[in-house]
T-cell receptor, first 112, second 114 residues
């Protein structure tokens, strides 16, 4: 799996958009970008994933650069409940026989 | 989605004792994964448990310290043996369904060794 680099921490004002960057310059053509988050004292939760097109769901948007070497997770209207550690993971989207490998992630603090 | 029930949610244990953590999934899965999360750190994979065979351990983790059972396709246990304060961590189980790219996690077991 390709290595990812994320800032260790970020702050965001409540109600504003939170933009979390991730660098994955060694990503391969068949590797997807996944985002998970871990709210304090809970197990990680899937947010979104994408290959090369931008993706949006009810939780967030994922913007992947044209060269696929970086991406940004966007929480459009951050709330206090979005305070968590956000993990960007790059991997091949194969069936369920392989585990996720976590980096250090970005600790997002949403401030009232 | 997958529902994962993990027990106990937390425990405080004496050093030298062992604790067995249970993970029950609401549907059959081929692989179950066990992670450790030390205080303030990210998740580290301990081992992969496949039904009907011995678990596969990651570098730095051994079967004598972290024995794993996988008696069927919906259940697994992780035992933390001969505990020391350094074993104080959150332990999580995880599954991925066939043909599903998401991973699902239990709520974790917060272990404190005193």
């Amino acid at each position: 799996d390709a290595k990812t680099t994320q800032p260790p921490s970020m702050d965001c004002a409540e109600g504003r958009a939170a933009n979390l960057p991730c660098n994955h310059s060694t990503i391969s053509g068949n590797e997807y970008v996944y985002w998970y988050r871990q709210i304090h004292s809970q197990g990680p939760q899937y947010i979104i994933h994408g290959l090369k097109n931008n993706e949006t769901n009810e939780m967030a948007s994922l913007i992947i650069t044209e060269d696929r070497k970086s991406s940004t997770l966007i929480l459009p209207h951050a709330t206090l409940r979005d305070t968590a550690v956000y993990y960007c993971i790059v991997r091949v989207a194969i069936s369920g026989n392989t585990p996720l490998v976590f980096g250090k992630g970005t600790r997002l603090s949403v401030i009232a | 989605s997958a529902v994962i029930s993990q027990k106990p949610s937390r425990d405080i244990c004496q050093r030298g004792t062992s604790l067995t953590i249970q993970c029950q999934v609401d549907s059959q899965v081929t692989m179950m994964f066990w992670y450790r999360q030390q205080p303030g750190q990210s998740l580290t994979l301990i081992a992969t448990a496949n039904q009907g065979s011995e678990a596969t351990y990651e570098s730095g983790f051994v079967i004598d310290k972290f024995p794993i059972s996988r008696p069927n396709l919906t259940f697994s246990t992780l035992t933390v043996s001969n505990m020391s304060p350094e074993d104080s961590s959150i332990y999580l189980c995880s599954v991925r369904r066939p043909m599903n790219t998401e991973a699902f996690f239990g709520q974790g077991t917060r272990l404190t060794v005193v």
